[in-house]
């Protein structure tokens, strides 16, 4: 299995722009999470979805943050318009079922820098 | 929600020594799972061990094992042995088996092993 895949790894954008994070999970795995890790707040977790619908969003920061799932093999994460406290890794983690509470399954990351 | 505290933001550990990282959690629940996931400086999140709270038994993974204090809400990690690899930051997760597939992560525990 090839794991779950983010992409881009790196992105560069000034301020303003739009950004668009994209998350394949691994296959079967039906729930998905996208946190954000910076050095002052640590891992936050921004949104969860359990078969592709949006369980709990009470961590995205404000509107300008928006998540999709609208199948079970893609998600994404957009900033518009993006500003410079944005700036974090964010990641992209995938499940199975919470029953047998297995784990969650990490993708590399996307380091995102808002000049 | 629950919440869970890693109280030593910094640790450091003599090669082929013995170190261990502290967790602490708070909940009401009496059915969930721990776990130790491993970022080591690549950012790849890596789970490192799990545990169900159902078990009296510590979960142990070659060099890893932990201590597991339902009474006390703790769930501390030992690592033996400890080798260069090692080096990394740790967090501690709980997972609830009740309020979704939500999982709680602290802050997180950075190792240095000293060669």
């Known amino acids: 299995d090839a794991g779950v895949i983010q992409s881009p790894r790196h992105e560069v954008t000034e301020m303003g722009q739009e950004v668009t994070l994209r998350c394949k999970p691994i296959?079967?795995?039906?729930?998905l999470f996208w946190y954000r890790q910076t050095m002052m707040r640590g891992l936050e977790l921004l949104i969860y979805f359990n078969n592709n619908v949006p369980i709990d969003d009470s961590g995205m920061p404000e509107d300008r943050f928006s998540a999709k799932m609208p199948n079970a093999s893609f998600s994404t994460l957009k900033i518009q318009p993006s500003e410079p406290r944005d700036s974090a890794v964010y990641f992209c983690?995938?499940?199975?079922?919470?029953?047998?509470?297995?784990?969650?399954?990490f993708g590399p990351g996307t380091r995102l820098t808002v000049t | 929600a629950q919440t869970v505290t890693q109280s030593q933001p910094e640790m450091s550990v003599q090669e082929a020594e013995t170190v261990t990282l502290s967790c602490t959690y708070d909940?009401?629940?009496?059915?969930?799972?721990l776990f130790w996931y491993k970022q080591p400086p690549s950012r790849q999140m890596i789970l490192v061990i799990r545990?169900?709270?159902?078990?009296?038994q510590n979960a142990t993974e070659n060099r890893f094992s932990v201590n597991f204090q339902k009474a006390a809400k703790s769930f501390s990690l030992k690592i033996s042995d400890s080798q260069l690899g090692d080096a990394a930051m740790y967090f501690c997760a709980y997972r609830s088996s009740n309020t979704g597939n939500q999982f709680y992560f602290g802050t997180g525990t950075s190792l240095t092993v000293i060669p």
């Open positions: 983690a995938s499940s199975l079922p919470l029953t047998g509470g297995h784990e969650q399954y």
């Open positions: 909940t009401s629940e009496s059915d969930y799972y």
């Open positions: 545990q169900e709270a159902y078990k009296q």
């Open positions: 296959s079967g795995h039906n729930s």
